[in-house]
């Protein structure tokens, strides 16, 4: 079973509805979603927010916010998940936004940093910071694979 069937296996026994925000993953994780027949039943909406604009546009994020902390941190992440949640109908949500390389590294963060963000409406998000290994797809699938793996009720 894949990371994605399993998900929707848990968010269907929950009557949950799921929407996500993404940026460094540029979609990869709403396209192995819908992979998946019948994923509607548990799929609701995906953003991809590539550029600070789409962020701020289709997010609610904070120019503050991104000029203080910039786009990849957890406080984007966070504002990016509480988003998702406004501008969707979905109860679940997941952010992630990272750096993928091969440019764009700093000393603070390098290539491979990305942050996650999940929320279920009316609760409080969690955030992670991951640093991940090897080329940007690999850097990307292994942010797919772990916005898929963690789950909280």
């Known amino acids: 079973m894949t990371l994605a069937t399993e998900l929707g296996r848990k968010l269907q026994q929950q009557r949950l509805m799921l929407a996500v925000a993404e940026s460094c ?13 019948g994923s509607s039943h548990w799929f609701e909406r995906g953003f991809v927010t590539y550029s600070n604009e ?28 509480s988003g998702v949640l406004k ?19 700093s000393k603070e963060k390098p290539v491979g940093t990305v942050f996650i963000a999940w929320q279920h409406k009316n609760s409080p998000a969690i955030v992670k910071k991951y640093l991940f290994k090897g080329d940007r797809l690999q850097i990307r699938q292994q942010a797919i694979e772990q916005a898929l793996t963690e789950y909280y009720n």
């Open 25 to 37: 993953t540029g979609g990869g994780i709403a396209h192995v979603i819908t992979e998946i027949a």
């Open 54 to 81: 789409s962020k701020i546009e289709m997010l609610g994020v904070n120019q503050q916010t991104l000029d203080i902390f910039g786009a990849v941190s957890a406080n984007i992440a966070l504002e990016m998940v």
């Open 87 to 105: 501008n969707s109908h979905a109860d679940y949500a997941i952010s992630v936004t990272g750096i993928a390389g091969p440019s764009g590294g």
